[in-house]
C-alpha cells in the first residue's frame, strides 16, 4: 500500500468555526484526522483568581463573562452554591423566576447550537439568523427585566435582584407558545434534510460508555442515550413540581446530538408553560441575605446546575470574610471537549468541523 | 435525491422574504414592537433608526438631582464605592455631617465601568441611576467623568423630569 507522510496543521485559534480563540493541532493523514490535540488558554482572564478579592455579589458580574451565551443560568449556580454555603434561603416567587429565566436561557442556547452547527455545515448564516431572531425576542425580555441582554447579572445569591417588570408574564407567554410554532418550523426545515443526513449520521459517534468515563454531561450525554438529567437528579430549585421528561437519542454521532437540542427545545417550553401559569406573588429576595453575605460562615459548598450546556458547578469556599476564600467553577465545554479526540480520529478533516460544532462550546468558559 | 431538503428550505425562506414586507415588526411611535406573531423585517438600520431603550437599561452612570433644590442629591456616603466591583467610583465630601454633607467631587472611570448596576443598588439616597446613553465611544484614551459631567448626563436623561416614572 502506498505510504504517504503525515501532515500536522493548526486549526485556529482565530478561525471562525472554533466560535471563538481555540487551537486544535491535527496530524492529517491525507484527508484523515490521524490524531488530534485541543490546545485552549487563549481566552484564560483568571475570573477564579479574580473572584477571590471581590464580594460575594461582586462576583455575579464576572460569571456572566463565563457562558456569554447563557448569563442567567451561570449566575444561578453561582448563586445556589453561595446560598448553600451561607445557609440562604430562597423566596417562592425568585424560584420561579428563576426557572423561567434559566428555561428560556436554554432556548436561546439549543436554538444557536442548532444554527451554528448548519453554520458549519456550509448552510450559510440562513438559519442560524432565523434562530437569532427567536433569540432577539427572548433579549429583549431579558433587558425588559434587568437592564442588560447578555451581562444579566440578574440572579443574586439570595434571590433575584429585581421584580419582573409590568406586563413580563402575558409577554412570555405569548413568546412562548411563539416558539413552539418556530421549533416546529425548524424542526420540519432542517431535521430531515437530505444534504444534513448525509453529512451527520454515524460521524463523529460518542458511545455511551466513553461519554461516562469522560464524565460528559448535559446534550451531549443524552444524545448517546444516558438519561441523566440534573434537574431530575437533584430536583433543586423547584423543578419537582414541573412535569417534563429527559428526552434522550441512542446513536450518539453528529445529528443525534442536533435533534437533542430540538427535543430538549420542547421540553423546557412546556416546562415555561407550566411555571408561566402557576407563578405565585411575593417577595424576590431573601430577607436575611445581604446580611448574612456581609458575615458569611467559615464553610465550603458545592452548588451544580444543569446548564444549557450540561453540568456546571461552582465550589466555593469561605474563610468567614466578605470574600470567596476559593472560588472553582466547573465548565462544562472544557469537560465536553475531552473526548474531542476519540470522537474525530479516523473521521475526514472536513467532519472534524462538524463534530466541534457538535459540541457545542463556548470559549468564555472553556478557558475562563 | 436532495431537491426535497432544498425545496423545504427555500419555501421557509420565501415566506419569510414575503413575511418582511407584509409584517409589522420594528419601531412604531417610539416602541418596539415585540409582538411575535406580527412577523415581519427585524433589521433596525442602525444610525437613522434607534430602538428606544426600556427604563431599566443599564447605560451609563448619571447622577440625579434634588427636584428643589437643583443640587446633586450624593452625600458622599460612599457606600457606591465599596459597592463597585471595579474600583471605578471616586467621591469627596465638604465638611457638612450626615445627610446634609454634600459630594463636592465625584469622578466616574466610564472606561472601567462594567455597567453592573451594583452601585445604584447600593445608593440609599437616589443619587446616581443608570441612564439610557449607549453611545459611549470617545476619542479620548481614559474617558473620566466628573461630577458636573454627570449631573449634565443626568439632566439629559433622568425620566423623572420628563414625566415619564420609572416604574421599579
Ligand atoms: S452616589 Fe449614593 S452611595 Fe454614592 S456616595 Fe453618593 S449618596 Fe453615597
Ligand atoms: S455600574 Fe458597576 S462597574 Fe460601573 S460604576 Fe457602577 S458598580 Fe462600578
Known amino acids: ?266 421540553q423546557s417550553i412546556r416546562i415555561l408553560e407550566q411555571a408561566l401559569d402557576t407563578i405565585p406573588d411575593g417577595k424576590v429576595m431573601g430577607r436575611r441575605a445581604s446580611r448574612s453575605l456581609r458575615r458569611p460562615p467559615k464553610d465550603e459548598a458545592y452548588g451544580r446546575i444543569e446548564s444549557p450546556k450540561g453540568e456546571l458547578g461552582f465550589y466555593v469556599v469561605g474563610d468567614g470574610s466578605k470574600n470567596p476564600y476559593r472560588l472553582r467553577i466547573r465548565p462544562p465545554s472544557m469537560i465536553n471537549l475531552s473526548a474531542l479526540k476519540e470522537m474525530c480520529e479516523g473521521q475526514k478533516i472536513q467532519d472534524l468541523i462538524v463534530i466541534l460544532g457538535s459540541v457545542n462550546i463556548v470559549l468564555g468558559e472553556v478557558d475562563r | 435525491m436532495y431537491f426535497q431538503g432544498l425545496a423545504k428550505g427555500l419555501s421557509v425562506t420565501l415566506k419569510h422574504f414575503i413575511q418582511s414586507y407584509t409584517g409589522k415588526t420594528g419601531i412604531e411611535d417610539g416602541e418596539r414592537i415585540t409582538e411575535p406573531s406580527l412577523g415581519g423585517m427585524f433589521t433596525v438600520e442602525y444610525p437613522d433608526e434607534k430602538l428606544p431603550m426600556y427604563p431599566r437599561f443599564r447605560g451609563a452612570l448619571m447622577h440625579l438631582r434634588d427636584p428643589e433644590t437643583g443640587e446633586a442629591n450624593c452625600t458622599a456616603c460612599g457606600l457606591c464605592i465599596t459597592a463597585c466591583p471595579q474600583d471605578c467610583l471616586t467621591v469627596e465630601g465638604d465638611d457638612g455631617k450626615g445627610k446634609d454633607r454634600r459630594a463636592e467631587a465625584f469622578t466616574y472611570g466610564l472606561s472601567e465601568c462594567i455597567f453592573c448596576g451594583l452601585c445604584v443598588e447600593a445608593c440609599n439616597f437616589e443619587a446616581i441611576e443608570m441612564s439610557s446613553d449607549y453611545e459611549l465611544s470617545s476619542s479620548e484614551r481614559e474617558i473620566v467623568w466628573d461630577l458636573e459631567r454627570l449631573l449634565a448626563q443626568g439632566d439629559k436623561y433622568d425620566r423623572r423630569q420628563s414625566g415619564e416614572d420609572e416604574e421599579k
Open chain 1, 1 to 266: 500500500m502506498l505510504k504517504t507522510e503525515s501532515i500536522t496543521l493548526n486549526l485556529g485559534p482565530q478561525h471562525p468555526s472554533t466560535h471563538g480563540v481555540f487551537r486544535i493541532k491535527v496530524e492529517l493523514d491525507g484527508e484523515a484526522v490521524r490524531d488530534l490535540e485541543p490546545v485552549m488558554g487563549y481566552l484564560h482572564r483568571g475570573i477564579e483568581k479574580i473572584s477571590e478579592d471581590r464580594t460575594y455579589v461582586q462576583v455575579v458580574p464576572l460569571t456572566d463573562r463565563l457562558d456569554y451565551i447563557c448569563a442567567m443560568t451561570n449566575n444561578q449556580a453561582y448563586a445556589m452554591a453561595v446560598e448553600k454555603m451561607a445557609g440562604i434561603k430562597v423566596p417562592e416567587r425568585a424560584e420561579y423566576i428563576r426557572v423561567i429565566m434559566a428555561e428560556f436561557t436554554r432556548i436561546i442556547n439549543h436554538l444557536l447550537a442548532v444554527g451554528f452547527l448548519w453554520n458549519e455545515l456550509g448552510a450559510y448564516f440562513t438559519p442560524l439568523l432565523y434562530c437569532y431572531r427567536e433569540r432577539e425576542r427572548i433579549l429583549d425580555l431579558f433587558e425588559k427585566t434587568c437592564g442588560s441582554r447578555l451581562t444579566c447579572n440578574y440572579i443574586r445569591p439570595g434571590g433575584v435582584s429585581l421584580d419582573l417588570p409590568e406586563g413580563f408574564i402575558p409577554e412570555a407567554k405569548k413568546l412562548t407558545s411563539h416558539l413552539k410554532t418556530f421549533t416546529d418550523e425548524l424542526n420540519t426545515m432542517l431535521t430531515k434534510n437530505e444534504i444534513f443526513i448525509s453529512r451527520t449520521v454515524d460521524v463523529g459517534i460518542l458511545p455511551a460508555d466513553l461519554a461516562i468515563n469522560s464524565s460528559i454531561t448535559g446534550p451531549m450525554l443524552r444524545a448517546s442515550g444516558v438519561p441523566y438529567d440534573i434537574r431530575k437528579v437533584d430536583n433543586y430549585s423547584i423543578y419537582d413540581r414541573f412535569d417534563f421528561d429527559v428526552p434522550t437519542c441512542d446513536h450518539g454521532d453528529v445529528w443525534d446530538r442536533y435533534y437533542q437540542h430540538i427535543l430538549e427545545i420542547y
